[in-house]
C-alpha cells in the first residue's frame, strides 16, 4: 500500500479505531496476497486521489499473516468475513462493506463522504 495507508497488524488496535471512529471515517482493507482477486481491489484502492485521504483513516490487514486480526474484526463489528474486503467504520459501526469485485472506488467515496 503505499503512505497513507496504516498496517493494521495487532487485535488491540481495534478498539483505539472503533474510538476513532466517533469523530472520523475508518476504512480496513482486508487483503489476502494469495488471491489475485485481492490484488485487483488494493490496486482499485491505490487510485484514490490524494486529497480523499483527508477524509478517512485507512488501516491495511495482510489477513493471512494477521487472521486473529480478521476474525476480531468480524466478531467486534458484525460483518461476514470475506477476503478482499473494505469495511468503513463511523460511530463505533461498520456501515458499509464490500468485497471481491464489490470493491470499487466510487462507493469508497460516497460512504466516507456521507
Same mark, same amino acid.
Given at each position: 500500500?503505499?503512505?497513507?495507508?496504516?498496517?493494521?497488524?495487532?487485535?488491540?488496535?481495534?478498539?483505539? =479505531?472503533?474510538?476513532?471512529?466517533?469523530?472520523?471515517?475508518?476504512?480496513?482493507?482486508?487483503?489476502?496476497?494469495?488471491?489475485?482477486?485481492?490484488?485487483?481491489?488494493?490496486?482499485?484502492?491505490?487510485? /484514490?486521489?490524494?486529497?480523499?485521504?483527508?477524509?478517512?483513516?485507512?488501516?491495511?490487514?495482510? /489477513? =493471512?499473516?494477521?487472521?486473529?486480526?480478521?476474525?476480531? =474484526?468480524?466478531?467486534?463489528?458484525?460483518?461476514?468475513?470475506?477476503?478482499?474486503?473494505?469495511?468503513?467504520?463511523?460511530?463505533?459501526?461498520?456501515?458499509?462493506?464490500?468485497?471481491?469485485?464489490? =470493491?470499487?472506488?466510487?462507493?469508497?467515496?460516497?460512504?466516507?463522504?456521507?
Amino acid at each position: 500500500m503505499n503512505s497513507h495507508w496504516k498496517v493494521l497488524d495487532h487485535v488491540d488496535l481495534l478498539s483505539d =479505531i472503533a474510538k476513532q471512529s466517533q469523530h472520523r471515517p475508518q476504512v480496513l482493507f482486508k487483503h489476502s496476497t494469495r488471491c489475485s482477486i485481492s490484488t485487483m481491489a488494493m490496486n482499485r484502492l491505490l487510485r /484514490l486521489d490524494d486529497a480523499f485521504y483527508n477524509n478517512a483513516d485507512f488501516y491495511y490487514l495482510d /489477513l =493471512i499473516a494477521h487472521r486473529d486480526v480478521s476474525a476480531a =474484526i468480524a466478531e467486534q463489528f458484525h460483518v461476514h468475513h470475506e477476503s478482499p474486503q473494505v469495511i468503513v467504520l463511523k460511530q463505533g459501526d461498520a456501515t458499509y462493506d464490500a468485497s471481491h469485485m464489490e =470493491i470499487t472506488v466510487a462507493e469508497l467515496v460516497s460512504e466516507v463522504n456521507e
